[in-house]
Structure formats: C-alpha cells, structure tokens
C-alpha cells in the first residue's frame, strides 16, 4: 500500500515535468524562433504572429513547474535535497531564465522603437534558451549517477556539467524548438496566413532533423555514462515510450515536409512527452540510479495519501477549467481583437 | 579585509538576507493577487447589477492592473519555491514532507487563478456579463485557498505539529491533518487574510483620495474611492481584535517571540508595557514609555499574570538582542499603524452617517492617501516581527536556520542575491512604467470621453492587430 502510492506520486511527478516539458517547451521554442528570425519583412511578420500565439497561454507554464517542485519536496523531500544540493547552480542559472521571461512578459508591449524592440527580442530569445537548456540539463545530471544522496559526493560542477547533462540540455533545445514550430504553423493556419505556414513548416523540418541528431547524440552520451539507464531504455519499462518518440518524431517533420496538416500537433505532444517518460521510467524504481529509489526516498505514507487527495482534487476542478477555457477559447469568446 | 572574511564565512548570512528580500517583495504583490480580485468583482457587480457603465469602467481598469502584478507575482513566487531548496535544502529533506503540504495546496490554488485570470482577462468583449462576472468570481476562492496553503506552511514553521521524529532526529510518520491545521493557523489566518484585504483596499482607494486632493470630485473618483475603502474601514477594527488575539496565541504557542515583540528580560508578573525603546545585552531598557503592568494585563486581563521573559531561555534558542530590538520595533510599527488606519476607519463612519456622504475634509484625504502606503509597511513589518522573531530557528524548537543552510560557498550566494537584487529593480521599474502608462492613457482616454476597451495594448492582452486582416 505504502509502495503504490509512493510509485503514484513519483508517476504524478513525471507528469508533471512532461506537461512542463511540453507547454513549456511550445512557449520557449517560439523564442527561440524570434531570437533566429533575423531581420526584414518576413521576420517582422513572423515575430508578430509569435506575438499573437503567445498572449492567451503565457505564463500558465509556470504552474506545472511549481506543482513539480512542491510534489518533489512534500513527497520525495530527500531527492528534493540531494537534487539541491548538488544541481543548485543549474537551478540558479534555470531561474534566471524563468525571472527574464517574466520581465520579457512585461516589457515587450511597452517597448517602443526598433532599439528597444531589439532588446526585448533578445531578452525573450535567451531566457527561452537558458531556461529549457538548463532544467533539462538536471535531469541529465541525475540520470548521469553524480547526485549523491543528501550531500555531494562528487564537486557540484563535474555534478552539474558533464556529458549527459550537456546532452540532455541540447535535447531539449532542439525539442522546444521542434514543438514551438509545430505549433506555430498550427496558428499561422488558424490566422490564414499563407506564407508564415510555409515559413515554419520549413523550420519545423529543419528542427525535426535537429531533434533527431541531438537525440541521437544523447543516447551515445547515455550508453558511455549510463549503460544501465539505456539497458532499460531498449529492454524495460522505458521502451514502449523510447519507440514511441523514435517513430513519431520523424512523423512530424514527415507530415509538415509533405504539408499534411493532420495529427502533427498531437504527434508534436506525443513525441516530446515520450522523450521525457522513456526517460523518467527506465530509471524506475530509482530516483536517483543506482542509490536512491523510490521507496527509500518516500515520505511517510500519510503524506502520499494527502498528495494523492490534492491530485485529485486538482484533477477534478482543472480539467473542468481548462475545458472551459478551450471552450471559450475555441469559440473566440477570448479575443479582444479580430485578426 | 572585510569582504575577504564576508566571503570566506559560510553561507548563512546571505542566504538569510537572500530569503528576506525576495520575500519581502513577493508580499508586495500578495494583496493585489489575493484580494485586488474581490474589489474589482465587487465593483463589476456594482456595474452589472445597477447598470452603471462607470462601475464597469473601473473594474475592467483594476482587472488589468491585476493582471499585470499576477505576471510579476507569479515569477516571483515561483523562484521563492526554487529558493527553499537552493538555500534550505536541508529543511526541506528533513521535514518535507509536513512542511510541504500547505504548499500542495497552493498548487491548486495556482492553477485555478491562472486559468481564470486568463478567462476574466480576455472575456471582457465577447463573454455575456453575468458569465464574465462568475467567472472572476471564481478568483476570490482560489485566491483564499491559496492563502491559505502558504500559511498553513508557514504556521508549520512556528508551531510544528502533526510529525512525529525518531530517535536522530528524523521524521518518523506524519498526521496529514494535524501538520496542515497546526496551532498558529487559525489566528495566522485570519490576521494575514484581513490584513491584505483592508491593505489591497487601503492602496486602491488611496489612489483616489490622492487624485480628490488634486480637485477630480467626479463621480467615477467617488465610487473608486468609495467602494474599497469602506471595505478596508470595516475590516481596519476587526483586524486590531484579530491581531490581539494573536499576540496573545503567542504566550504559549511562541513565547521567545512573544518576549521579543515586548522586549520583556524576565518572566514574571506585573511586566509593563514598552512603546519603542531598545533591549541592552544586560537585559536592561533604555529609552521607550513604559506603561506599568499593561503587558501582563494583555496577556492575562490582568496585572498579576506572567509574561514570558527572554533570559527564562537558554541564549541559543532565543532570539539575540538585535533581532529582539528589530522584532519589538516593527512589532510597535505594526500595532501603530493598524491603530491609526482604525481611528481612520472611525473618522470615516462618523461622518458618513452623521452626514450621510463622503467626507469632505482635506485633512480626511490626506491621511486615505498615506493608509495605502501605512497598510503596506504594517504587513512587512508585521511579516518582519513573525519571522525574526522567530529566530534562531527556521523550525520553532526544532531546527535551526543555521542547521537548514545550503553547503554552497557564501561567495556563490552573494553573486546570487547581488543579480536578484539588479534583476528585481527591473522588474519593479517596469512594473511601474506599465502602470503610470496605463494611468496616462486613462486619463487620456477620460477627457476626451473615449469608451473604447482599455486592456488593449497591454503587456497581459495582446496588442491591437498588426497581422494583415
């Protein structure tokens, strides 16, 4: 009984992280298509359909990162301190990010003329670099075996920056990218406009080839410094989703290459969320590999029995709201100008 | 010479200063997420429910400035969750799992007000009224629930309960219930609630007593004026009540505190009351007025009840003389200025009954015009008085701040406050510019008598179209 619901909040954990990895990951890649947009007429017209995408979802993501956090320490709370302890400059450097954008959301509508137009560009595109690279680079950190429990075991930067987080970080740069240019042809569609269709349909081939080299790269990065957490990758719990992100990956670039606009944004969703379930599940039952499972990193179960509550609290009273926000959303009864 | 030895100390002293600042400054943003919704609700009803297109106006003016401090809160809180584990990961490992639960709560909160914020935001054209309106009105719930999972959190800190420890100290099994509904909660509670209702009030309606002082007597100016700070008035007498009563709770619950807050050196009967002054390490007082056995009078209705003295506890498990001296004078701020926002709120009543409208004295506005500022020092300094006071443990009788602290080196911590703190300035400088842009678009739009939408152009809405229609 302790064990089920122990392995359910560490599942409502991973979930929370891939919904993270998957809003967030739309957002942030569209700055990084702002940031590489460049200059002239079709990068203005890019930048305002970026703009335009942004504004009914922004912050929202924020939400799944803090439920993640709270998750992490109320029910895993030494996972929570060991992560800390050793991957604090990661952190540190992933907030900035967080804290830019926050001030990018600000200052952008106030921003007049070209100059400070330029700087808000910037702002938006690096806090959508730093912030993806370096939250993913934790979880390469912890899937590398160099968190210790509790204390560092080993000097917190050869914790924080190695292969596998370096690795980890660039996945998910070429996945937010991957995801936000998916989407936005979504949008450029839902606006009817032609050309910025084509524009990052282009692009989101371009990221599906980066996605698939990064990824490529990572496994190579994952089989040197954890041969145990590939085992499991090919051969385990991470399998199914490790296949799953390996066929639908290239789906996408396929359907947008060829201009089918069909199920490429649910395969978009689908090949994101299963990079980070294949990888959270081969580790299974470890938390941290090797060292820390599950169960030894537990809180007493009443805690879980609470945080199975809250879940399902959330659950009932979220999904409810989102729909209606999707429902109102869809019946543009959110959109205060006519595009 | 002195940076070297600031460097080379551990990491406490900034990680301390670290907490305190980006706290400090979420607080800030807290009355307007929590209860700048049930103002603007309560004035878009005013609209909906007497047709007064001049009550709607302002509500949808308050929604956007809502929407902007909810932008900014909602990073700054969530770097202060990223903080408990950057500069206490040692608190967080050992009681997590009771301390956090609060906190879980808080997530729910969170998603609703995202979500909702988003649909009263942008609802404001298409939507019909009455739905836009119960929408919003899902905001003042979601906003008290998440009040309340932060102070659960924080009532945990200062009265620990519902864990059980082991032999070395660590958690052994938790009571769900007993660590969310510990002692402190229900006087914390109530104090802090009220506290950010009658201060979002007091803000907001000073706005407008500022702009009676510069001669604008329309009607737009009354009923802004009006409708928060009759809130705000009533709640200003409740809010000294609930306030004693917590001082009280202390006694018991907290009673290093209790001494700090009063300055008291011994634990005895007829303690007097002290207004200012300082505590000396010898335990003497110097400067302040005393007022003979009003202390125990307080705490026991009478002057033959004991109050708790600091020297009754062993030096490392009280507060030292300085943060009992910080503890005492923001104490004496805090009580100062919720009496006078008081005595404010019984000026008002007087006169609105008396007379039967707002009152006309310049005297009257001025001090509307301070009480927003005044409501906004009491709750830091009360925040500064429950908190310091609470030294030297980050887990009242269980475990030190020192003992929670990162093992990263001071200097990293000190680079880490020194960006915050810059990064933080341009946060707080754009946030006003937003806000005095908005303001001078306002008043544009109010002369020339435009009724055209004014969350337009705004960083949260989208700007007018610049796609090709």
Known sequence: ????????????????????????????????????????????????????????????????????????????????????????????????GVILRGAFFAFRHIASGPRMERASSLVFGISSVVTPFFFAATLGAIASGRVGIGEPTVPVWEACFNPMSISFGLVALAATAFSGASFLVGDARR???????????????????????????????????APRLLGSMIGGLGTPFALAAIVMTPLVGFLLWRGRFVWYRVLTVGAVSSLVLAWGLAQAPFMLPGTLTV????????????????????????????????????????EPTKY | MRLAILLAADALLPSRIQMAFTLAYHILLVPFGVALPFYTLLMEGIGIFRGDPIALRIARRWSVVMAVQFAVGAVTGTILSFEFGILWPKMLGRF???????????????????????????GWRRLPPRIHFVMGLVLIPAGLLGAFGVVSSNAWMNTPGGVTLDASGQLGSVDALAALFTKALPYEFWHFVIAIYLTAGFFVASIYAVAWLRGRRDQYQRLAFAVPFTIAALLAPVEVVVGDLSARGLVSDQPTKFAAMEINWKTQSHVPEIIGGLLTGSGEVVL?????????????????????????????????????????LA??????????????????????????????SRWFYRGAALAGVGAYVAVESGWVTTE?????????????????????????VWTMLALLVMVYAVIGIIFVTVVLKLRARWRRDDLAELTETPEEGVPYGPRPATLRS
Not at chain 1, 9 to 26: E, P
Not at chain 1, 192 to 221: C, E, N, Q, S
Not at chain 1, 326 to 332: A, G
Not at chain 2, 96 to 122: D, N, R
């Open chain 1, 191 to 225: 606006y009817g406009i032609p050309d910025m269709v084509d524009y990052f349909r282009r692009r989101a081939v371009v990221a599906t080839f980066g996605l698939i080299a990064t990824g490529a790269l990572g496994l190579v990065a994952i089989g040197f410094e």
């Open chain 2, 388 to 412: 310091v006071g609470r030294q030297p443990w980050i887990v009242y009788n269980a475990m030190r701040v020192s003992d929670a602290v990162t093992s990263a080196p001071a200097a990293y």
């Open chain 2, 331 to 360: 104490f004496d701020l805090m009580v100062g200025l919720g009496t006078a926002g008081a005595a404010l709120a019984a000026w008002y009543f007087f006169v609105l009954i008396r007379r039967r409208d707002l009152p006309q």
């Open chain 2, 96 to 122: 997590g799992a009771a301390f956090g639960l609060g906190f879980a709560i808080e997530g729910i909160a969170f998603f609703l007000e995202a979500i909702f914020i988003g649909i009263y935001l942008y």
């Open chain 1, 1 to 96: 009984m302790t064990a089920a619901l122990a392995n359910l909040s560490a599942l409502v954990l991973l979930i929370t992280v891939t919904a993270y990895s998957v809003a967030g990951g739309v957002d942030f890649g569209a700055g990084i298509w702002d940031l590489l947009a460049g200059g002239g007429e079709q990068a203005h017209e890019a930048r305002a359909l970026i703009d335009h995408a942004m504004a009914p979802v922004w912050e929202a993501n924020n939400v799944w990162l803090v439920f993640s956090i709270v998750v992490c320490w109320t029910g895993f709370p030494l996972l929570f301190q060991s992560v800390f302890a050793s991957l604090y400059p990661l952190f540190s450097l992933a907030l900035l």
């Open chain 2, 288 to 328: 302040g007025i005393v007022i003979p056995s009003l202390d125990s009078i307080l705490v026991g209705y009478s002057p033959d009840a004991v109050a708790p003295g600091l020297s009754s506890f062993a030096p490392d498990a009280r507060p030292t003389t300085i943060e009992a001296n910080i503890t005492h």
């Open chain 1, 295 to 334: 169960s030894k990193a537990a809180a007493p179960v009443a805690t879980h029995v609470a945080l199975a509550i809250v879940t399902g609290v959330l659950v009932l009273l979220v999904a409810p709201s989102l729909g209606l926000l999707v429902y109102f959303d869809q019946r543009s009864a959110l």
